[in-house]
Structure formats: structure tokens, C-alpha cells
Nanobody
Framework: SVQLVESGGGSVQAGGSLRLSCAAS????????LAWFRQGPGKEREGVAA????????YYADSMKGRFTISQDTAKSTLYLEMNTLKPEDSAMYYC???????????????????WGQGAQVTVSS
């Protein structure tokens, strides 16, 4: 079975940085995208960033462009999200996700992803 395990969350002051990691096991990389989503209290899950498994093309939500960087290390089966210049509104539970390659995948649509981690909490204080 596929397991995604996030790590690296925590609390930081505004302007600070964090790096999230997502270790994948049992995933055969037969999908299209690996992605990060986040969900704040009372909010819908939103796409943060995604990377195309085959081509390496990346997608970022507008509010993350220039501040967040998604990358993957396939040798380590690990997905990363480098987050800089963090703002209080970035506070949320962050989830990594992967699709199973069986359907059309939009990199910012949570419903298109099949596998999810348990989440890592990021809290940014002002």
C-alpha cells in the first residue's frame, strides 16, 4: 500500500522559513503529479504547489509564487516544500498528495489525487 508521511512542520515567526518533507513508500511513481495542499481552520483544502513526476514542471498557487519551492528527490522517494517569507495566513495543516495515474489530474484540485499523508501543522505567528 502507498504511504505518504510528512515531517518538518512547526511554529515560526512571520518572515521565517520552514522545509516540509514527504517520504513516500509503496508508490510506484506511475502518476502525473506530486503535490502539496493545505487546509486552514474552517477553510477548504487548497493547492499550494505541484510537480510533474515525469517532466519536472512545477505549479504554484499565486500567493506562494516566489516564496515556496517544491522539489523531489526520487532516489530518496521524498517530496519537499521549501517555504520562505512565511506569513500568518500561511498557517495551516499541510498535506502531500499523489495521484495513481488513472485519470485526468489538475495539479491544484484535491479531488484528483488518490493518496494523502496525515498532514504537518505549520503555524506562523505575527
Amino acid at each position: 500500500s502507498v504511504q505518504l508521511v510528512e515531517s518538518g512542520g512547526g511554529s515560526v515567526q512571520a518572515g521565517g522559513s520552514l522545509r516540509l518533507s514527504c517520504a513516500a513508500s509503496g508508490y510506484t511513481y506511475n502518476g502525473y503529479y506530486l503535490a502539496w495542499f493545505r487546509q486552514g481552520p474552517g477553510k477548504e483544502r487548497e493547492g499550494v504547489a505541484a510537480i510533474h513526476i515525469g517532466g519536472g514542471n512545477t505549479y504554484y498557487a499565486d500567493s506562494m509564487k516566489g516564496r515556496f519551492t517544491i522539489s523531489q528527490d526520487t532516489a530518496k522517494s521524498t517530496l519537499y516544500l521549501e517555504m520562505n517569507t512565511l506569513k500568518p495566513e500561511d498557517s495551516a495543516m499541510y498535506y502531500c498528495a499523489a495521484d495513481n495515474g488513472m485519470g485526468w489530474v489538475r495539479p491544484n484540485r484535491a479531488a484528483d489525487f488518490n493518496y494523502w499523508g496525515q498532514g504537518a501543522q505549520v503555524t506562523v505567528s505575527s
